[in-house]
Each structure stands twice: as structure tokens, then as C-alpha cells.
């Protein structure tokens, strides 16, 4: 197992909380409270098609630095994409 499980403070009722955080096979983090039921999490998905493509603008615009760096389209329709990132990770992997 590649995470890691602590105790912090709950931020809505003082009490201690249970925190865990891992980074196989992307980083995540889980915070839960058993006293009050407060809780946060890490939340997989994609992007619509005008957010991606408002990212690859900004991208565009501010992280081509290199002569080299080739600017990244605009899309006109979503990538495929696997929202399960162990899932999405198998998959990348299964031919090797």
C-alpha cells in the first residue's frame, strides 16, 4: 500500500479526524470525522470540451517557453477518457 493514514483536526467541530493520502496512482486525499460526519475527497472526472479547451488557451499563452514547445490544439470534440485512474492506468499499461 502506498498511502499514508493520520490523525488532523476537523475543521467544523474541533474533534480529531482521520486524514489519508496516497499517490499511486495519482494523489489523492481523504479526510473524514467520526464525530460530526465532516468530510472531503479527492473527485475524479473530465473537463467539458469549452473548459479543456480554456486550459490549453492558458497553457498556450503562458508554459511555451521553448522554441521546440508546439502550442496544443483547440478541440472540437472530448478525448476519450477513463475516470477511474486505476482503471486509466491498466489500460495505458495492458500491452506492456
Known sequence: MSG????TECPNCG???VTFQDWKPVNISENWCVHCG???TTKYG???LDQ???YRKEHNE?????EDDKPLEILTELPKCIIDPWEAVS???KNE
Not at 499514508?4 to 490523525?7: P, Y
Not at 503562458?62 to 521553448?66: M, R, S, V
Open 4 to 7: 499514508s493514514t493520520d490523525m
Open 15 to 17: 474533534d480529531e479526524m
Open 38 to 40: 465532516w468530510y472531503s
Open 46 to 48: 473530465q473537463m467539458s
Open 52 to 54: 479543456l479547451n480554456d
Open 62 to 66: 503562458d508554459y511555451l517557453d521553448d
Open 91 to 93: 489500460e495505458r499499461y
